[in-house]
């Protein structure tokens, strides 16, 4: 590595909060190899293959994420949802403002209680899942996130869990970047609902690893309402069991610079994974980028991606995606596809969706459209009296909501769709 | 009420499609516009809607009194046009009952007018459909989505009914009709005849007119009306074609 | 499952007819025995002097051979492409190999050396020109349609055919060692200005040892009379081949363009590494068409070319066009990614592709369409058939830039696998710098259909031959853009290439 990229990886780090707990020694163990590791390759830069569409500067740099602004309190589509509230108050758990965490079938843990050496269960999956996506494509700022993040929860779910749990980010002040790391374990033929809910400002890397077993049906919705100074990363990483599901949609209403990076290892026979994002974000120089790797390992897999983009006058729209099928993985059935409307004559969409097949009996397809809100449906809306900006509106709403009909749990699937109208004034 | 003199209209790449148009509409009036493909009907239409792409040169078009041509396509609906798609257009993600209601309730504020109560409005809605045909489940789906061809022309009549509007176009409305649809569409358009309101029937061929009985019929041939009469010159045309017309 | 069905996707009676004539699997592998002439192994600037002093070449010709050189020994060999090769070792390699029968260029085709032409006659490449009755307007010989070729061996042009009629026409044709001495103006003009020699390594590498290749330049208005073409063959042993071929078509111009190319069978790996530079003014447009047939190596991948091919069109003008279309289906390894630079308003371009890749072969191959002037349109129909151990990869950009307006790309990626032990995978770039311009891209990668195989085979075709029909539909699609003769001769090669991929 040359060494302005070592010196830039080692400012990074210095510039983190990294005071260690080394109270549990497996965590320190790991932690250490991985700081090993992401030194090893250094922070992104713009020159590397993964980065070559989005600047990788202020996912770099927490300096460069900053506002005097303070955060106010944002609304929230999940107010009135049933729910059990983790939050997380500038990278730290908060305690008063969460719930109470005792729930029938699942077991959360915070990662800085991991205090003894004893086994926890979370020693099997912390780590590996990030390693694993490795593979696939490079990311030295989820081995960050594994080197370094202090907090984050973990959470077994032994039992069908019917009420949601929400994990919420809020960054309220010009912090010094933060850095959670959660652990998801859902046992044999269990249900989790999970949500992850983003709102403030400053620079986060949010990393969250999901393991889940035989059976097991994973929800997981990402919804960030974040500020324009804000700086997010975050990551999904998942491995499915045989016969285990997962679903995954977002919604990105506001951030400055957001990028969301997926991997999905399909590593049981007849697991499937969808996933899926809209975003709409504001008018400027805004990133939002989608970073996503399935990984077909075993046969009768099914994966499938659903990305639709809406960009405002400079501003940036990435999408990556990749379906990479092993050899092993016969009858394998990958789909996937990626939508941008410009609404602005500056605004860019830049998409790389990538197929790699080492298998002969798949089925594999992708398909990408980038374009300005269709004329003639436009002038349709019109000639039926309505004005230009809220026949504007009416489609980008209907546009994202391709995206919405993939989230499953009808009652936040609801809750988004009325929030997207009010944000739209419909 | 309708009031189109010398008109003469460019689309973008500068191809003259009217070339001196000529047509007054009152209240109350059935009129037909015939011609062969390419004559400029569908334009005529379009530029009356307001469809952006075309630029017009010469001549004025005037709507109970105000200059249309400086109107967007909805301020025009608020005035009281209404144009029937010969293509209605799909709309994925937008559901029928909604669009509605959305454009009721533009045109009803951009009047001045208070909203429409959501009972009053599905009453409407509920009873309009029922007219034509038009199930709850069609309401239900997306505007135009996977809609066959006559269920495009009766969704098309259900807003046009919803809208009641002062004059509505009528583009090519009979094309890809069967003879039952065409019945259904046509009696959906006579229950709404009135002496209030007048219609512009744009048609290649005379078969529509049987069931839409015009007052005045035109013949449009490059770019401009070469002929007017009564119902009986669509027949006429039926009978002998447009190369009479033509040269 | 009825045979109209069939029909009309793609697999015809002709096909059958062509598919149960095949014998020998790379029918171009035989060596020509003859005296070689050859400049000493390995790159330095002294070679680089002596190719040009070879070509009995001006100064200025040299000086950018040198400029080229000093850039390349500062660049390194690409490595983005997934291919997987052993380092090449740049000295072990002939730079310059020309038979000695050449030494004394013959002044026409009739004092080549018969060994030579007994070469291209074996090849299937007709060097003879029929003589056409004076006063007849006649594009065609015997019913066959007339096609122009300067035939390359090794480092040289051992002729070009037609040339007089083509000068009657105004066209130029003939081998770009004779056009930068007898047109240097127009070399100059437009050397190097769509593909810099800083361009890429291979590009700078090429612009300083290139040694032969052909050169075309088409008149304002004039619309070549006959298809133009040149077959490139590499004979010598340990022999790179680096030709440079630059077309330049003026105003209101029309020409097409075939090229064709194969190889002896040996056991070492030979480089290629050619540049292509295609330049369309307002009003013109050039189809170039490619059918690549190097040698691809043996089955456990011992020998085959590696094929480093730089080819670009520049669409300066308004309403300029151009079309690509490639079957790729020899050499070991493939990295060639023909691409259309879109600069004049309203100029489109069009890229056809089918590459085969079987045993043990790799081919990293596509396209790039920039779109820079308003209202261009461009085009990409991309097949890839992976079958064996091999690897196929499309990668593919479209760029538009912001003050590209109203532009339309549309692209068509179809992968086949035929066998589990292969690869076939899907690297497009989509860059969309405005709303007013609309970006469609498509892909699917599938195994070859069953169904279809079974239907072929039930009407007595071997395995093998049905999977040569099934994958000839597959490519219907893109054979129909090669002009007629090429068109045949690639669906023989699909069916060809393809031996050995089952059973």
Redesign the interface.
Do not use: M
């Given at each position: 590595m040359d060494n302005n990229r070592l010196q830039l990886s080692k400012d990074l780090i210095s510039n983190l909060s990294t005071e260690k707990n080394e109270s549990c020694e497996w965590l320190a163990k790991i932690r250490k190899t991985s700081e090993k590791r992401f030194l090893n390759h250094g922070i992104p830069l713009a020159f590397d293959?993964e980065w070559?569409?989005s600047s990788p500067d202020h996912f770099n740099k927490v300096s460069l994420c900053s506002s005097g602004e303070n955060h106010e309190k944002a609304p929230s589509p999940f107010e009135k949802l049933k729910k059990i509230s983790i939050v997380f108050l500038d990278g730290v758990f908060s305690k008063d403002s969460s719930d109470n965490l005792r729930a029938n079938g699942i077991e959360v843990t915070m990662l800085d209680e991991v205090v003894t050496d004893s086994y926890h269960w979370s020693k099997d999956i912390f780590g590996k899942i990030e390693k694993n996506s490795q593979i696939i494509s490079k990311r030295p700022l989820a081995i960050l996130n594994t080197a370094f993040a202090q907090s984050g929860v973990l959470i077994e779910v032994t039992d069908n869990i019917e009420v949601p749990i929400e994990l919420k980010y809020v960054c309220t002040k010009n912090n010094s970047g933060c850095l959670i790391r959660n652990v998801v374990r859902v046992c044999s033929g269990n249900k989790i609902t999970l949500i992850e809910h983003f709102e403030g400002n400053g620079w986060s890397n949010i990393c969250t690893e999901l393991w889940a077993e035989k059976k097991a049906i994973v929800e997981h919705f990402r919804f960030k309402y974040l500020s324009r100074d804000s700086c997010s990363n975050t990551f999904l990483f998942v491995c499915l069991q045989e016969k285990s599901e997962l679903r995954s949609s977002a919604l990105s209403l506001g951030a400055g610079h957001s990028r969301n990076e997926t991997h999905i290892s399909l590593d049981g026979e007849e697991s499937q994974c969808s996933i899926s994002g809209a975003s709409y974000l504001g008018e400027g120089k805004t990133l939002d980028d989608d970073t996503v790797s399935v990984h077909h390992l075993k046969p009768n897999c099914k994966s499938r991606q659903v990305f639709k983009k809406v960009?405002r006058a400079s501003s940036v729209g990435v999408f990556q995606g990749k379906i990479r099928v092993e050899?092993e993985a016969?009858k394998t059935d990958g789909y996937q596809t990626s939508r941008?409307i410009?609404?602005?004559?500056?605004?860019?969409?830049?998409?790389?969706?990538?197929?790699?097949?080492?298998?002969?009996?798949?089925?594999?397809?992708?398909?990408?459209?980038?374009?300005?809100i269709?004329?003639?449906?436009l002038?349709?809306?019109?000639?039926?009296?309505?004005?230009?900006t809220?026949?504007k509106n009416?489609?980008i709403?209907?546009?994202l909501?391709?995206v919405f009909e993939e989230i499953s749990d009808s009652n936040i699937k609801d809750l988004i769709l009325s929030f997207t109208e009010k944000h739209l004034k419909? | 009420m309708l009031k189109i003199n010398d008109l003469k209209v460019k689309i973008d790449d500068g191809a003259e499609i009217l070339k001196g148009l000529s047509l007054e509409i009152s209240k109350g009036e059935i009129h037909a516009i015939m011609g062969p493909n390419g004559s400029g009907k569908s334009t005529t239409s379009n530029v009356l809607?307001?469809?952006?792409?075309y630029e017009v040169t010469n001549g004025s078009i005037q709507f109970l009194g105000e200059d249309f041509n400086q109107l967007?396509?909805?301020e025009?609906?608020?005035q009281g046009l209404?144009?029937a798609?010969q293509y209605?257009?799909e709309?994925?993600?937008?559901t029928n009952t909604n669009?509605l209601r959305?454009?009721?309730n533009?045109?009803l504020k951009?009047r001045g007018e208070g909203k429409m109560s959501p009972g009053e409005f599905l009453t409407k809605l509920k009873t309009k459909a029922n007219e034509l045909g038009i199930s709850s489940d069609m309401l239900k789906r997306?505007v135009n989505f996977g809609f066959s061809g006559g269920e495009k022309k009766r969704n098309e009549i259900l807003?046009m009914a919803m809208?009641e509007p002062k004059l509505a176009i009528l583009d090519e409305t009979d094309s890809g009709l069967d003879i039952d649809a065409l019945k259904v569409v046509s009696s959906g358009v006579n229950s709404l005849r009135s002496t209030e309101r007048s219609f512009l029937v744009i048609t290649h061929y005379q078969r529509l007119l049987n069931y839409i009985l015009p007052d005045f019929v035109h013949i449009m041939v490059q770019g401009k009306i070469v002929k007017s009469g009564a119902a009986d010159l669509a027949l006429y045309v039926e009978k002998n074609g447009y190369s009479e017309f033509l040269s | 499952m009825d045979m109209e069905k069939i029909s009309n996707e793609g697999i015809e009676e002709e096909t059958i007819e062509v598919v149960k004539n095949l014998t020998s699997a790379y029918e171009a592998g035989f060596e020509t025995k003859i005296e070689t002439e050859y400049a000493p192994k390995g790159l330095s600037e002294e070679i680089v002097e002596l190719i040009s002093k070879k070509n009995d070449e001006p100064a200025w010709m040299l000086e950018w051979r040198l400029n080229a050189y000093r850039r390349w020994l500062k660049l390194k060999q690409p490595n983005?492409a997934k291919l997987n090769l052993d380092p090449i070792d740049y000295q072990d390699i002939y730079y310059y190999a020309k038979p000695e029968s050449m030494k004394v260029k013959p002044k026409s085709l009739d004092e080549v050396d018969p060994k030579l032409l007994e070469t291209y006659e074996k090849l299937g490449i007709p060097l003879k020109e029929q003589k056409i009755l004076a006063g007849v307007e006649d594009t065609t010989v015997n019913g066959q349609r007339k096609i122009a070729v300067d035939a390359v061996f090794d480092s040289v042009s051992i002729g070009t055919t037609f040339r007089e009629e083509l000068e009657e026409a105004g066209v130029i044709f003939c081998p770009i060692s004779e056009a930068i001495k007898r047109y240097p103006e127009l070399v100059k003009k437009y050397l190097g200005t769509v593909i810099p020699q800083t361009d890429n390594y291979f590009a700078s590498l090429n612009s300083a040892v290139f040694s032969d290749g052909s050169f075309v330049y088409v008149p304002k208005g004039v619309r070549c009379p006959m298809e133009l073409s040149t077959y490139f063959r590499i004979n010598a042993e340990n022999t790179g081949q680096f030709e440079r071929t630059l077309i330049i078509a003026d105003e209101g111009s029309y020409v097409s363009y075939l090229e064709g190319c194969t190889a002896p069978k040996r056991d070492e790996n030979q480089l290629h590494a050619a540049v292509v530079e295609l330049v369309i003014l307002d009003n013109a447009e050039i189809k170039y068409s490619t059918v690549q047939n190097w040698y691809p190596g043996d089955e456990k991948g011992k020998g085959g070319i590696y094929n480093f091919v730089t080819k670009r069109a520049n669409c300066r003008g308004v309403n300029s066009k151009v079309m690509w279309t490639q079957v790729e289906t020899g050499s070991a390894i493939t990295w060639k990614y023909p691409s259309c630079i879109l600069r004049g308003d309203n100029s489109s371009g069009e890229f056809y592709s089918i590459a085969i890749t079987n045993n043990m072969q790799q081919a990293d191959t596509g396209t790039k369409m920039i779109h820079l002037g308003k209202n261009t349109r461009s085009r990409i129909v991309s097949k890839g058939i992976s079958a064996g151990r091999s690897q196929n990869t499309y990668r593919g950009q479209v760029s538009v830039h912001?003050k590209s307006?109203k532009s339309r790309n549309f692209t068509q990626c179809d992968?086949l696998?035929?066998?589990?032990?292969?690869?076939?995978?899907?690297?497009?770039?989509?860059?969309?710098?405005?709303?007013?311009?609309?970006?469609?891209?498509?892909?699917?990668?599938?195994?070859?259909d069953e169904e279809k195989l079974f239907y072929c085979m039930s009407r007595g075709l071997t395995e093998e031959e049905s999977t040569a029909l099934v994958v000839n539909g597959f490519c219907k699609e893109v054979l129909q853009y090669l002009p007629m003769e090429f068109a045949m001769e690639a669906q023989k090669l699909v069916a060809i290439s393809l031996e050995g991929s089952v059973g």
């Open positions: 293959e070559r569409l960009q050899r016969q941008a410009l609404l602005d004559q500056t605004g860019k969409f830049l998409a790389k969706p990538e197929l790699e097949i080492f298998a002969d009996d798949v089925s594999c397809s992708h398909g990408s459209v980038s374009g300005a269709d004329e003639e449906t002038f349709y809306l019109q000639s039926r009296g309505i004005d230009e809220l026949a009416i489609l709403l209907a546009f909501s391709e419909l | 809607a307001g469809k952006p792409g967007t396509p909805d025009r609906v608020v209404f144009l798609f209605p257009v709309i994925q993600g937008v669009f959305t454009s009721i533009s045109v951009a997306s807003q809208l | 983005w912001p307006i992968s696998l035929i066998g589990d032990q292969c690869g076939a995978h899907t690297v497009p770039y989509i860059d969309i710098g405005n709303n007013s311009s609309k970006v469609e891209h498509e892909a699917t990668t599938s195994k070859i």
